[in-house]
């Protein structure tokens, strides 16, 4: 993770507005590689794809990237939702939201997310990701027609999903046309072991929440 | 945002250590110098509380206190606080780090 200039002074700033208690900064990846530029167009942070420098409404936070006056992190702390590794921050903002709490983002307070690193981090990751996806599944009855789709036909959406984004993205992150083949290989790979993460989270549900760190 | 001159909030950076093992190691320490930076360019009459939570499974202690040395010159200028909180996960450090913070604003970042 990598703050740019001023990352530290604009979060503040925004906390100090009367009637802030959360803000969020903009999460994005640097565009420096074909592997940078990939994840950029496909993975989870796209901030920088819409190139803004609002401070605005959202419905949620990045965990990696936020600040929050203390009372209301004592107040609500991130759910404990073991046995998945991510996703407490939507559940939280969530909770905030109903509490009648509204978070903000300030896209100036920018920092850059690595995509994962070397091809250990690349299994790892995409393995956790099917694996939360899965218990996302079991422990939360999601209603919408997205998560309703059964394994692994969702698993072939994402796939498709991701291709479409790095096409859609492509000049967003400079993507060259010759790069694309390589690019499509890396998100295919990562949603195949999204995949199959999902499913050994279906086959036994602890081997990877006893086994892998993120 | 307008710069102001002056800070007079205090705050605490809450630093989760918690997949360094599979960052890059380079990554780490650019994040760590520009968070250094960033702190010693702003003016604050209360100085940040700075705390960097680890596992003592994944990293030792004296390792990670020598990494924070050599990632900036200046470190010494900073309120660092190296925790040691075992088998917690990520979210469960945040949620460690505010409870324990001494500052009214906790900030978290992840490496």
Same mark, same amino acid.
């Given at each position: 993770m990598l703050p740019e200039t001023n990352w530290l002074h604009e979060l503040l700033s925004s906390l100090k507005?009367?009637?802030?208690e959360i803000v969020g900064g903009g999460t994005n990846m640097l565009h420096n590689s074909i592997y940078n530029k990939t994840f950029a167009a496909f993975? /989870? #942070? !796209?901030?920088?794809?819409? @190139?803004t420098d609002e401070f605005e409404i959202k419905s949620t936070f990045w965990a990696n990237n936020f600040a929050a006056r203390r009372d209301l992190l004592i107040k /609500? +702390? #991130? +759910? @404990?939702? !073991? +046995?998945? #590794? !991510?996703m407490s921050c939507i559940f939280l903002a969530q909770k905030l939201r109903d509490a009648g709490t509204t978070i903000y983002r300030n896209n100036k307070a920018k920092v850059y997310h690595p995509p994962p690193n070397g091809i250990n981090h690349f299994m790892v990751r995409a393995l956790i990701e099917g694996h939360d996806s899965q218990m996302a599944r079991k422990l939360f009855n999601h209603k919408t027609r997205y998560h309703k789709i059964p394994f692994p036909i969702k698993n072939c959406y994402r796939a498709a999903r991701s291709i479409y984004q790095i096409i859609i993205s492509r000049k967003a992150v400079n993507l060259a046309f010759i790069e694309l083949p390589i690019a499509f290989s890396i998100a295919v790979s990562y949603q195949f072991f999204v995949c199959l993460g999902e499913f050994t989270a279906i086959i036994n549900p602890k081997l990877i929440n006893g086994n892998l760190r993120i | 945002m307008e710069p102001t001159n002056n800070w007079t909030e205090s705050i605490s950076l809450i630093i989760e250590w918690e997949n360094v093992l599979l960052s890059q190691t380079h990554n780490s320490r650019k994040m760590l110098y520009r968070v250094i930076d960033e702190i010693l360019s702003m003016n604050f009459i209360l100085q940040p509380e700075v705390m960097i939570l680890f596992d003592p499974e994944d990293i030792q202690k004296d390792s990670l206190i020598s990494f924070i040395q050599n990632a900036?010159?200046?470190?010494?200028?900073i309120n660092l606080k190296v925790i040691s909180v075992s088998g917690l996960k990520y979210f469960e450090m945040k949620n460690y780090g505010a409870a324990v913070a001494v500052w009214r604003y906790p900030r978290f970042f992840r490496l």
């Open positions: 507005t009367p009637g802030v993975w /989870y #942070f !796209r901030d920088s794809l819409k @190139n /609500y +702390p #991130f +759910p @404990n939702i !073991r +046995p998945m #590794f !991510r | 900036h010159p200046e470190y010494e200028k």
